[in-house]
């Protein structure tokens, strides 16, 4: 066998054999502990414990109010909602500004906010990136007026 033939063949075979690793189905596409987000996570627990049995930690948490960011919620709503799809719910206007605050304020990583709120570190990067460009667009035209 020549060495063409044979050089031919083994680039043959690696691309085959990548083909065949990119089509391997996931043995699970989001892990269990993050579908509990809406049972478990820090919106739907420790937030929401906060606003009702002790404000000043609330004002902590996120650094303002629960009026203020209720506020925040209203105004941002129409830029960085997302709808659901048949696979999956959005993850809320009020959860994406909650983690955003709470990056923000504590400064945490992404690693150990995906533990808290059950929101995969990947998407904390988006929905920060994406929620901070929002509120410096919606607070710079109320400012700057």
Known sequence: MSQQRLAALVIAYSILKRRRK???KRSCWVKPWILRRSELGACSTLAKELRIEDTLQ???FVRMSAQQLQFMVE???P???KKDTKFRR???VHDRV???LRFLASGDSYNSMQYLFRI???TIGRIVKEVSKAIFD???KRSLK
Request: glycine letters at 8%.
């Open 75 to 77: 105004l941002l709503g």
């Open 98 to 100: 909650m983690v955003t």
């Open 138 to 140: 919606v607070l710079k």
């Open 79 to 81: 830029i960085i909602g």
């Open 90 to 92: 959005a993850i809320s």
């Open 22 to 24: 990119s089509e391997q």
């Open 58 to 60: 609330f004002r902590n």
């Open 120 to 122: 995969p570190k990947c």
